[in-house]
C-alpha cells in the first residue's frame, strides 16, 4: 500500500509559476510509474504529466506541454511537478497518482491516490 501527500499548491495569477509536490511512503516507489491529474469542477479527472519508474521518459497532456515539467527523486520517494506560464484553465484540484503502467492517460491504470491540492490561476 501506498499513501501520497500532495503539497504546494495555492493562488497565483496568470502568468506565474508553481510548483506542487509529492511525497509518497509504505512502497516500493521506484516500481511505479508516477502521474500528476487535475480535476476541475464539473470536468472529468485528466492526465497533466507522467514519468517512468527510471525517471528516463515523461508523458504530457497537450494543454500542458512546454510550460509543465515532472521530475521525480526515486532516493528521496518524491515527484514533482513544476508549473510555468499558468493559465486561469489550469485551475483544477491536482492529484499525485502511482501505477504500474507506463504510456496511459486512463486513470483505472493508477492504483493509488493522493487527496490533492488546489491550485487557482486567476486572471
Known amino acids: 500500500q501506498v499513501q501520497l501527500v500532495e503539497s504546494g499548491g495555492g493562488l497565483v495569477q496568470a502568468g506565474d509559476s508553481l510548483r506542487v509536490s509529492c511525497a509518497a511512503s509504505?512502497?516500493?516507489?521506484?516500481?511505479?510509474?508516477m502521474g500528476w491529474f487535475r480535476q476541475a469542477p464539473g470536468k472529468e479527472r485528466e492526465l497533466v504529466a507522467a514519468?517512468?519508474?527510471?525517471?528516463?521518459?515523461?508523458q504530457y497532456g497537450d494543454s500542458v506541454k512546454g510550460r509543465f515539467t515532472i521530475s521525480r527523486d526515486n532516493g528521496k520517494n518524491t515527484v514533482d511537478l513544476q508549473m510555468n506560464s499558468l493559465k486561469p484553465e489550469d485551475t483544477a484540484v491536482y492529484y499525485c497518482?502511482?501505477?504500474?503502467?507506463?504510456?496511459?492517460?486512463?486513470?483505472?491504470?493508477?492504483?493509488?491516490w493522493g487527496q490533492g491540492t488546489q491550485v487557482t490561476v486567476t486572471s
Open positions: 497518482a502511482a501505477g504500474s503502467r507506463w504510456w496511459t492517460t486512463r486513470t483505472e491504470f493508477y492504483d493509488f
Open positions: 509504505g512502497g516500493t516507489f521506484s516500481r511505479y510509474v
Open positions: 514519468i517512468h519508474w527510471s525517471g528516463a521518459y515523461t
